[in-house]
């Protein structure tokens, strides 16, 4: 008989896995758990939504486990937002250039 290291329980001599949590019996550590995806982190998220990807930044949202399903469609309600916003001033931006360019003009 064999004793787990982790759970305790006992396993016939062959066995090389405790046959109730798996834990290996010849005192390695069980493989660590995967690492939690680094691009699945809040903040990392946040700041490719709203600094780098707009709106194509949304299925890192939609796709991460870590948030729950109201902030998912904030954030997304949000983005819709920012990136009507970020239009409109574009085109602000860009009427103000072709104004001042026409002033230029009209100017000469
Ligand atoms: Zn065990």
Redesign the pocket.
């Known amino acids: 008989m064999k004793c ?1 290291p ?4 006992t396993t016939h001599e062959p066995a090389t896995f ?1 046959s ?4 290996p019996l010849d005192g390695t550590p069980r493989p660590a758990q995967p690492k939690p995806r680094w691009y699945y982190n809040v903040w990392f998220v946040l700041f490719m939504l709203f600094f780098v990807a707009g709106p194509f930044g949304l299925p890192l949202v939609w796709k991460n486990p870590r948030l729950s399903r109201g902030v998912k469609l904030a954030l997304t309600a949000a983005m819709v937002v920012y990136t009507v916003l970020l239009i409109d001033l574009t085109r602000r931006m860009f009427q103000a250039v072709m104004n001042e360019v026409n002033q230029l003009n009209s100017a000469w």
């Open positions: 787990c982790l759970c305790g329980a405790c109730q949590c798996g834990q």
